[in-house]
């Protein structure tokens, strides 16, 4: 204890080393048990479904995750393509604890082509996001109690500059654990919406389909030639007229001519 000129006892000034940590202070490290964590896992995947409207398709699956809690982060939806009717890919978030059975949901709307879904045990990583997090919590209030009672200006100065470090990166660090938290609770799911081409017509396999594709043949080479002469009809009569012009001129000139 140190007094000072008014008579006033004030706090004693923490030493402060050149790298600007206040030497005989405890570090703040919080022992964690791994056992008595639950494990933090992140799944991503991606589902392919072949369906007979992708668009509608779309749309259903927006109302599978909105229903049980989760959002879409992202959607593109593509225009009919050799035949087909177009397709759609949807960026899921759906619900870690709920996974399961939303992904047999979407399954349901068509007929799935492929599905791939991948893990990564973070819970080391967030194990020590919350040991740090809670180290720069303590020194960050011992700071504060330290800068609430010194009086000198020099150890004054050196204290808000280390609150502000250690505030800027508990800042950082809690940004990273808001994150890695989002990622564990809803798991990200690619959903692909695609359909098939039209089927081809197929090929008389009997007399009977047979005699029907020649009918059918014959019919439609009947209907263009009405839909030819239709077309052609205007330029005959003209080209008649002409010729009729042009024969009774030649008539009219070889008998004035005799």
Do not use: C, H
Request: no cysteine.
């Amino acid at each position: 204890m140190t007094s000072n000129e008014s008579g006033g006892i004030s706090a004693p000034a923490p030493e402060i080393a050149k790298d600007g940590e206040f030497v005989g202070q405890s570090d703040g490290t919080i022992a964690v048990d791994p056992a008595a964590v639950d494990r933090q896992v992140i799944v991503t995947g991606y589902v392919t479904v072949t369906v007979e409207n992708p668009l509608d398709s779309a749309t259903e699956a927006v109302k599978i995750t909105e229903q049980v809690g989760g959002r879409v982060d992202g959607r593109s939806e593509y225009a009919p393509v050799a035949g087909d009717k177009g397709s759609a890919t949807l960026t899921l978030r759906l619900p870690a604890d709920s996974l399961t059975a939303t992904l047999d949901k979407l399954k349901q709307l068509g007929t799935v082509q492929e599905v791939s879904l991948s893990s990564a045990d973070v819970t080391m990583v967030t194990q020590d996001l919350d040991a740090r997090i809670k180290a720069l919590t303590a020194s960050v209030d011992r700071l504060l109690g330290l800068l609430a009672t010194a009086t000198d200006t020099d150890t004054l100065i050196k204290l808000e500059t280390a609150i502000s470090d250690r505030q800027a990166e508990l800042e950082s660090l809690e940004s990273q654990q808001r994150y890695y938290a989002d990622q564990v609770s809803l798991s990200t799911v690619t959903l692909n919406l695609i359909s098939t081409a039209d089927t081809p017509a197929t090929e008389p396999n009997s007399f009977l389909t047979g005699l029907q594709s020649g009918w059918n043949a014959f019919i439609a080479f009947f209907v263009g030639l009405v839909v030819a002469f239709g077309v052609l009809l205007p330029w005959l009569i003209f080209v008649g007229i002409i010729t009729v012009v042009v024969i009774f001129l030649v008539k009219r000139s070889k008998k004035n001519a005799a």
